[in-house]
């Protein structure tokens, strides 16, 4: 179902795992010479987390609308503007009865969730009177307005939510993963701050030599070069080099046969140039380095062959960027440890944001403290004058034993004692 390939492969890349049955495209290629090939299942793939809040309820919407043949007709033969736009959202008056009423109890549970989720953010901040309905404004992916329906807005902001926010995601990553680096460091100075001369001397010398150590690999190709793509050609597919073929690569390589290459099918082409960095066994080897040199490989690959940014690689435009010098004639390629991740100074404003942070922290758990040092005074209080009551009532009590009056119970009803 091309629809929902580029339905959510152009606000989010898994959509094309989405797909339930595919037509696979021929493979001109001769099966004897391919090594320990497997027939790819045409099983439901399960998608992977896209990262969104809203990610269960994107899906779920998906498989709901997939059961109408009208919408999935009007979507086969939609192209990426029209879906992008909100046109085809209109198609969604012409659904049945029973797909709308699925829908509408979709957005019902999604906006009981959103609820939830702001009167426990409210209630950890001990705020009251606030108008929840309001609070549901900042959430862009449904219409709020309208809690109890799903209609062709729904639609519409759903789509142009994910769009927006995917178009962001791999940005978020690229800044997350500075941000782990620049703790990394911060965490090794502060490290080494503890430590005496000789033991720090030894600290920082045995981390020139792991840097040096993960610097010390072959050289790695550069993403999307006829060298990587032969490389994967000869070692992952088991295909004499000399009979390497673009059109056959792009086919043997489009895994669920859908006649694009989407990201993560791009992603694995590198597997081999990263494992020339990366060993998981190695001290000096980060895994999450590893995943952030595969976004960059794949994000420079679409970026010169993704001629039309659908986030999707057509046969044609893989072809074409054959084609090319740089395809025949790479530049070199540079690895993350050739790179400078952050400056003195960014790591100087992070470590200022971090203090501030631990401060603000620290801050929240002497009011806690406070809190709790108070509870247990008011308590402590409290225990004291229950004591002081009842030693005041078994006083009384005692003293009404001594001039011969009868105890009376917590009510003041009269106690007779049976004679023995």
């Avoid at 339930?20 to 992977?48: C, G, H, L, Y």
């Avoid at 709020?144 to 209609?151: A, I, L, T, Y």
């Amino acid at each position: 179902m091309r629809w929902r390939t580029i339905l959510l492969q152009n606000c989010l890349f898994l959509v094309s795992c989405l797909l339930t049955t595919f037509e696979a495209v021929p493979i001109d290629i001769d099966k004897t010479k391919v090594q320990n090939t497997q027939p790819v299942e045409s099983a439901r793939i399960e998608p992977p987390d896209t990262g969104l809040y809203y990610d269960e309820y994107l899906k779920q919407v998906i498989d709901v609308l997939e059961t109408d043949q009208h919408f999935r007709e009007k979507l086969q033969k939609a192209d990426i503007e029209e879906i992008k736009s909100g046109r085809l959202s209109k198609e969604l008056d012409l659904v049945s009865h029973h797909v709308r009423t699925k829908l509408d109890e979709l957005k019902r549970q999604e906006v009981g969730r959103l609820r939830m989720l702001i009167k426990a953010k409210l209630d950890s901040l001990q705020d009251v009177g606030i108008d929840h309905q309001a609070l549901l404004k900042q959430f862009d992916h449904l219409n709020h307005m309208n809690p109890d329906k799903f209609e062709s807005t729904d639609l519409d902001m759903l789509i142009k939510a994910a769009t927006s926010d995917l178009e962001h995601f791999d940005k978020t990553r690229h800044e997350e993963f500075k941000k782990y680096e620049m703790m990394k460091e911060h965490e090794r100075r502060e490290y080494l701050k503890t430590l005496n001369e000789e033991k720090r001397k030894e600290e920082e010398s045995k981390f020139e030599e792991m840097k040096k150590k993960h610097e010390d690999h072959p050289k790695v190709n550069h993403p999307g070069s006829k060298d990587q793509l032969k490389e994967v050609w000869e070692e992952t597919d088991g295909l004499d080099p000399n009979d390497f073929d673009p059109k056959t690569f792009f086919k043997l390589h489009d895994v669920n046969g859908d006649g694009f290459l989407d990201e993560q099918e791009l992603e694995a082409l590198f597997t081999k140039e990263l494992e020339k960095v990366y060993d998981p066994r190695n001290e000096e080897d980060d895994m999450v380095e590893m995943e952030e040199e595969r976004l960059r490989m794949r994000e420079h690959v679409m970026n010169e062959v993704d001629t039309n940014k659908d986030r999707l690689v057509t046969m044609e435009e893989f072809l074409k960027a054959t084609e090319k010098k740089e395809f025949l004639e790479p530049d070199s390629w540079e690895t993350l440890d050739q790179q400078q991740l952050f400056t003195e100074e960014e790591l100087k404003e992070y470590e200022n944001i971090i203090a501030l942070q631990e401060n603000e922290l620290k801050k929240k758990a002497d009011d806690l403290q406070k809190q709790r040092e108070e509870l247990q005074r008011q308590h402590d209080q409290l225990e004291a004058q229950k004591q002081e009551y009842h030693q005041a009532v078994q006083q009384l009590e005692q003293k009404k034993f001594q001039q011969g009056i009868a105890p009376s119970g917590p009510n003041g009803e009269l106690k007779f004692e049976p004679h023995v």
